[in-house]
């Protein structure tokens, strides 16, 4: 009896569905910035370059990639443009790079926390020296009065409380007014963040971005406010997206990238 040779058959490989972009998850979201000299400048660190960005051999993606590779999962990328509009990519482990509908906002909570309007630090025993540099409109002596009391507030309470992203925007407030324009860019951008990262009421947050892009308008004169309106830029690229006025006008006024 003879025996017919099996036929041999090729193994069909499994392969893994991508996943969707609402799948992702909005953080790790990196941001990028298109300079009005054709470079590109990372959230983490400079990328030079220039040419098209959907190229995938772009200085600006291999940080990118690099985090999907450590994450083991795709990550969001969000590129501001200099007229302010924003493009949203996907950028895998293996490097391949697809355009995205615009990245998710994290979910607003129902409810607030009451420290953000609980009036607390107009108890506080360090604001009578404010009021007072207040009522003589002595911007600079307030201004030096509320970052003392900004530093005891944070030291007491840590990073993560109202309280203390509250007594940050006070400094910045009087920061304002003292026209210490670089301190009140760096300040309301770090209370922006805070605000957002605390989910603060998002009025009060859109409020204080606009006081950063205001006060990076006057600050960008100082050669040393030029890491503050990098900041910002990719701040706005993060939480306010649909603002393309605000981003469009720190986008248009930043110094040349540093070298990486």
């Not at 911007?139 to 530093?151: E, P």
């Not at 324009?181 to 947050?205: F, I, K, M, N, Q």
């Not at 990076?216 to 830029?233: E, F, I, K, P, V």
Request: proline share 8%; glycine share 6%.
């Amino acid at each position: 009896m003879r025996f017919r040779r099996a036929s041999k058959q090729a193994t069909p490989i499994a392969t893994l569905p991508l996943p969707s972009a609402a799948d992702i998850p909005a953080d790790l979201h990196l941001t990028i910035l298109v300079l009005s000299d054709g470079t590109v400048h990372g959230a983490n660190a400079p990328a030079a370059g220039t040419g098209a960005l959907m190229g995938s051999m772009h200085a600006a993606w291999p940080l990118a990639q690099a985090e999907a590779q450590r994450l083991g999962r795709p990550v969001r990328v969000s590129v501001g443009q200099q007229d302010g509009t924003i493009t949203a990519y996907i950028v895998y482990p293996d490097g391949r790079l697809d355009p995205a509908p615009t990245h998710p906002q994290p979910a607003m909570p129902d409810h607030f926390d009451s420290r953000w309007l609980d009036g607390a630090l107009n108890q506080h025993p360090m604001v009578e020296a404010v009021r007072a540099a207040h009522c003589a409109t002595d911007w600079r002596a307030a201004q030096v009065a509320a970052s003392r009391m900004a530093a005891y507030v944070r030291a007491e309470l840590g990073d993560d409380h109202p309280h203390t992203v509250l007594a940050a925007e006070f400094e910045a407030f009087f920061a304002l007014h003292a026209r210490d324009w670089t301190a009140a860019v760096r300040l309301y951008t770090a209370v922006a963040e805070g605000r957002h990262r605390l989910s603060a009421p998002p009025g009060d947050t859109q409020r204080a971005l606009h006081n950063a892009v205001a006060a990076w308008l006057n600050a960008r004169t100082d050669r040393l406010s030029g890491a503050h309106g990098y900041a910002l830029a990719h701040l706005l690229i993060r939480i306010a997206p649909h603002d393309h006025q605000a981003l469009s006008a720190v986008l248009r006024s930043l110094p040349p990238a540093p070298s990486a």
